[in-house]
Structures are given as structure tokens and as C-alpha cells.
Nanobody
Framework: QVQLVESGGGSVQPGGSLRLSCSAS????????MAWYRQAPGKQREVVAT???????NYADTVKGRFAVSRDNARNTVYLQMNSLKPEDTAVYYC??????????WGQGTQVTVSS
């Protein structure tokens, strides 16, 4: 059974930083494309960052230069370092895994609130 468990969300002031973690189990993590999505109230879920098994990354234009995605294959964990946070970054952040069979899995989400 595949499980993705996010942690690290919370409340922070504008300009602050947070690091999200997503621990995966039940998948061949090193061969899995990992991604972070977010969904703000009243908006569609959008991709924030992707990290291929070989290490290449892609970011949404809105977070380029501020967010960084990384993975630790030994720990089956993917991270999202978020710096210079803005109120518009407020959302529920979801971890996503696309495995070698092209099956898609989601975590339960973690709330990030950026407010003064």
C-alpha cells in the first residue's frame, strides 16, 4: 500500500521560510517522479515543483527562485524548501508521486498560511 505523508506546514509571516517534507512508503521511490502541488481556497490545484528520478527539476513561474525541491532516496523523502514566502503562497500543499507504472498517488496535504 502506497502512503505519502506530508509534514512541515504551518503559519509564517511574509518573507519567512518553511520546509515541507513528504515521506513515501510502498513505492520504488528512487524510480518515482515526485512533485508538490498546492490548492488555495476557491482555486484549482496547481503544480508547484517536480523532481524526476534522475534529479531534473521544474518549477511554476510563481515560485522560481524562491522554492527548491530535493529528494533523499535513502530516506524515501522529498522536500520543498520555501523561502521569501508571500501571502499568495497560502494553500494546502500536496505531495504527489508518479511511479514507474504511471500510477498517481497523493498525500493528505499540509496547510501553509502566510500572513502578517
Amino acid at each position: 500500500q502506497v502512503q505519502l505523508v506530508e509534514s512541515g506546514g504551518g503559519s509564517v509571516q511574509p518573507g519567512g521560510s518553511l520546509r515541507l517534507s513528504c515521506s513515501a512508503s510502498g513505492i520504488e521511490f528512487s524510480r518515482t517522479i515526485m512533485a508538490w502541488y498546492r490548492q488555495a481556497p476557491g482555486k484549482q490545484r496547481e503544480v508547484v515543483a517536480t523532481l524526476a528520478s534522475a534529479g531534473s527539476t521544474n518549477y511554476a513561474d510563481t515560485v522560481k527562485g524562491r522554492f527548491a525541491v530535493s529528494r533523499d532516496n535513502a530516506r524515501n523523502t522529498v522536500y520543498l524548501q520555501m523561502n521569501s514566502l508571500k501571502p499568495e503562497d497560502t494553500a494546502v500543499y500536496y505531495c504527489n508521486a508518479l511511479d514507474s507504472r504511471h500510477m498517481n498517488f497523493w498525500g493528505q496535504g499540509t496547510q501553509v498560511t502566510v500572513s502578517s
